[in-house]
């Protein structure tokens, strides 16, 4: 049947939303007092799951064949089962729900409710009535106009299990009856008015019918003052008989459905002080539990049963934010455990955080404050946590890469011609540090107590032992270069003193192996003045340039007074002075001339000379060097080298006699050539 056309707005957008909303009714409990699993699926259906509080719950009231479904389908554009005037079978004992054609509100019609006329017991209609008035705003009581007044009225009967249960439900306890009372409104549908009576006075009847009920309830005493209106709004309307006065009746329900409708009407009947506070989205569990509660005869505490809803809402709500949170936190996990720096992770991370949280406020805010502000700080807690491997991967990649960063910037800054060790060092210690730092204060979440001081540190320490290993390379090849100077100022003095052997010749090579080393010293501690040295590392190298410097000198005259050297120096001496005169003319050897003499005389001052090579004796003693201690770890470390008693000692006394014996051979040789050439010159 077509909706009657509407002259407001609101109606007609209502009427096209019905299109779309009107879905067949679920049965959320079956006649078996089974609540059904599929509430929040068909809340979803009627999209109705994600609007919060912004929905309302009326249940309706009354005795069997009353026309309750009738007036519901007319009334809420619903679907519910009509009895069938020609075959009158009894529709199944059960709570159906169906949404409203015109507005957020769901419609549940309770079947069986009056147990006496059946004449069942009243089991049912206790259970029904406890689970509607703890979840409906607006409970419509179906009754009809010759009722009113008769007290025995089967409606009536009902009223009174209405009342009972409400007060063991709000009233239950002295502690729960201090607490701000949750209202009801009734609504009392007075059917098949003839108008014979007015409604003000079908409503006073009712009222005072109301007050007989409440004051013939056997209270506790806590509530022996208790007042009917501290628990119910009552509101009433009439309804002509529907098949005598179709049009009537038709004109009258959409009238009527302005109330349900129409916020801006003070008769507007879903008022928020009315509304169970329980959002859409846990509606289903919510009933489910109050149902349980119900079957198992426990108290119904309706507090308790909004925290236990809002604990298990916030864990159902933050377990479907946190499985979201972990697909986006998995697309940088194989990165970071790579090794690799994801850029912007702190961004990154900070919106995971806020999309989880906003979903989960969105939701979650709506229950028990308590609940939800605890669960909340344990998801906060929880997605840190997850988190929080991320970001000390992130803080150990990013040490990795400054101290990768601080290798490369201090060798490529060694390349450049010239550098102050020291002031690149802490440049480049500097930039590693600030690009560390960039990355871990970018990455660590505010509010999370995340720290990055003890992976600083240890990229601290890391830097500290680069520096510290390129410094002593720099430092070894500092004192290469120092010694190879020092080979360099000492060679050639060392091979001219030695060429020309006199008894001074020992001072000559000292006092240069005193400056020169005197000045690699100051040379290098020139230079380290740059590398920031310690004082331990100075006097390491200056004893290894020392140490090399000496061996530099042994060795150079090793090789000066090896036996060709010896004997070839001693050879130019002698020649010298027999084949030359005084003025350096080569002699003519004569017959009247000494040769004897002259040879004798030149091969015995040559002699004299010999000795000198034994060993270096400067006459000024105080030019003999201090030996340095040879470094253990030095190579070329032959203690004879360091020990005064034979470090100076370069000729031993057989090899001098034998250098000796191999002078005065070639001596001999070239005295023999001269007597021949003298003999050849006096027989031409
Ligand atoms: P329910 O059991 O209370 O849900 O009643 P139904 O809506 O199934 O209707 C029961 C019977 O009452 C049906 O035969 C309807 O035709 C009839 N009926 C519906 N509306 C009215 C009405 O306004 N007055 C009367 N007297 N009967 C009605
Ligand atoms: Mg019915």
Redesign the pocket.
């Known amino acids: 049947m077509a909706v009657p056309a509407r002259t407001s707005n609101s109606s007609s957008l209502a009427q096209q939303d019905g299109q779309v909303r009107k879905t067949a009714q679920l049965q959320i409990i079956d006649e078996n007092q089974h609540f059904t699993p599929n509430l929040s699926k068909y809340l979803t259906k009627w999209n109705l799951i994600d609007s919060g509080f912004d929905y309302n719950v009326v249940a309706v009231f009354g005795s069997q064949s009353t026309g309750?479904?009738t007036l519901l389908n007319r009334l809420f554009g619903t679907t519910?089962?009509?009895?069938d005037s020609k075959r009158r079978q009894q529709?199944t004992k059960g709570i159906w729900m169906c949404p409203s054609a015109y507005s957020s509100a769901l419609v549940m019609?309770v079947?069986g409710t009056d147990g006496r006329e059946r004449g069942e017991d009243q089991d049912f209609e206790r259970k029904s009535a406890l689970f509607s008035l703890a979840s409906s705003e607006v409970l419509i009581v179906n009754i009809w106009c010759h009722q009113i007044g008769l007290y025995q009225g089967a409606n009536l009967g009902l009223l009174k299990t209405v009342f009972e249960v409400n007060l063991s439900l709000f009233g239950g306890s002295a502690e729960a009856a201090a607490r701000p009372k949750e209202k009801t409104l009734i609504l009392f549908v007075i059917r098949d008015h003839s108008g014979y009576t007015t409604i003000d006075s079908l409503s006073d009847t009712l009222k005072d019918s109301m007050a007989e009920i409440w004051q013939s309830l056997s209270k506790p005493t806590h509530l022996a003052n208790a007042k009917l209106e501290t628990y119910f709004d009552l509101s009433f309307a009439v309804l002509p008989h529907k098949i005598h006065q179709p049009e009537k009746f038709e004109a009258d329900v959409v009238e009527l459905r302005k109330r349900f409708v129409d916020k801006t009407r003070p008769d507007y009947v879903f008022q928020p002080a009315y509304h169970k506070r329980i959002p859409a989205d846990g509606l289903s569990h919510y009933m489910e539990g109050i149902w349980a509660q119900v079957l198992a005869n426990k108290d119904l505490d309706l507090p308790t049963q909004q925290e236990l809803l809002a604990q298990f809402r916030c864990d159902e709500l933050a377990a479907g934010v946190t499985e979201v949170f972990n697909v986006s936190a998995k697309t940088v996990r194989r990165p970071i455990e790579s090794g690799k720096v994801v850029p912007g992770l702190g961004k990154l991370m900070a919106e995971w955080l806020q999309v989880a949280l906003s979903d989960f406020d969105a939701a979650a805010s709506r229950y028990h404050v308590g609940v939800y502000t605890r669960k909340r700080q344990d998801l906060v807690t929880n997605l840190h946590a997850a988190l929080s491997s991320l970001y000390l991967g992130e803080l150990k990649n990013a040490n990795k890469a400054a101290s990768a960063k601080f290798v490369t910037d201090l060798a490529a800054a060694l390349k450049e011609p010239s550098y102050d060790f020291a002031e690149v060092v802490s440049r480049c210690t500097r930039d590693a540090r600030e690009s560390f730092l960039s990355v871990a204060k970018e990455s660590t979440v505010a509010g999370s107590g995340w720290e990055y001081e003890q992976e600083l540190a240890m990229l601290d320490d890391n830097l500290k032992a680069i520096a510290d290993k390129s410094r002593a390379d720099e430092t070894k090849k500092m004192v290469n270069g120092v010694e190879r100077t020092v080979k360099r100022q000492l060679y050639e003095p060392v091979e001219i003193a030695l060429s020309k052997p006199s008894p001074t010749m020992w001072d000559k090579v000292l006092a240069t192996y005193r400056d020169v080393t005197d000045s690699a010293e100051k040379s290098y501690l020139k230079k380290a003045r740059a590398y920031d040295c310690t004082e331990e590392e100075n006097d390491s190298a200056l004893k290894s340039l020392l140490t090399r410097s000496w061996l530099a000198l042994r060795h150079k005259l090793e090789e000066q007074t090896a036996d060709p050297v010896v004997l070839s120096t001693l050879r130019d001496n002698f020649e010298q002075r027999f084949r030359y005169d005084e003025n350096g003319v080569p002699r003519v050897w004569r017959p009247e001339d000494d040769l004897e003499g002259a040879f004798k005389k030149a091969r015995d001052e040559t002699l004299t000379l010999l000795p000198l090579f034994a060993k270096v004796a400067p006459e000024d003693e105080e030019l003999l060097p201090t030996l340095p201690v040879p470094d253990t770890t030095d190579t070329d470390a032959d203690p004879e080298k360091f020990d005064p008693d034979t470090a100076f000692v370069l000729v031993k006394a057989s090899r001098l006699s034998q250098l000796e014996a191999r002078f005065k051979r070639e001596a001999d040789a070239a005295y023999v050539e001269a007597k021949r050439s003298m003999v050849s010159s006096i027989s031409q």
């Open positions: 309750k479904s519910f089962d009509v009895m529709t019609d079947e």
